[in-house]
């Protein structure tokens, strides 16, 4: 099983071999065969640079660091605090684009 910071485990896929795939896992697997998730990835960073929004998460993360004292602060504390902030403030346009982008290729492939 891998575990991500704020998603349950994923399951191996020889851990349940006789597990018809859901339509989410459909999806990220077309994604990741066709190098789309890649594509995708680079331009969300992109545009988040774009916005500010990467500038924005540093000074964060700098303020925590200055509050806690820089070195009693672990990358975990770090995550568990920066990351709810982080995902509130991507940009509705950013977020939409990015959506766009997945139900266009979605479309091509006519899954």
Same mark, same amino acid.
């Given at each position: ?29 077309? $994604?990741? &065969?066709? =190098?789309? @998730?890649?594509?995708? /990835?680079? !331009?969300? *960073? #992109?545009? $988040?640079? &774009?916005? =500010?929004? @990467?500038?924005?998460? /540093?000074? !964060?993360? *700098? #303020?925590?660091?200055?509050?806690? =004292? ?15 902030? =982080? ?25």
């Amino acid at each position: 099983m891998r575990a991500s910071v704020k998603r349950p485990p994923t399951p191996d896929a020889e851990i349940e071999p006789d597990r018809e795939p859901s339509l989410q896992e459909i999806v990220h697997m077309k $994604l990741m &065969e066709s =190098g789309e @998730k890649e594509r995708v /990835k680079d !331009l969300l *960073r #992109e545009r $988040l640079v &774009e916005c =500010g929004w @990467k500038d924005e998460m /540093k000074a !964060l993360c *700098r #303020e925590f660091a200055r509050k806690k =004292g820089r070195n009693n602060v672990t990358v975990d504390d770090l995550i568990n605090d920066i990351t709810p902030k =982080g995902r509130a403030s991507v940009p509705d346009s950013v977020k939409a684009e990015m959506l766009q982008r997945i139900r266009s290729f979605l479309a091509s492939i006519a899954l």
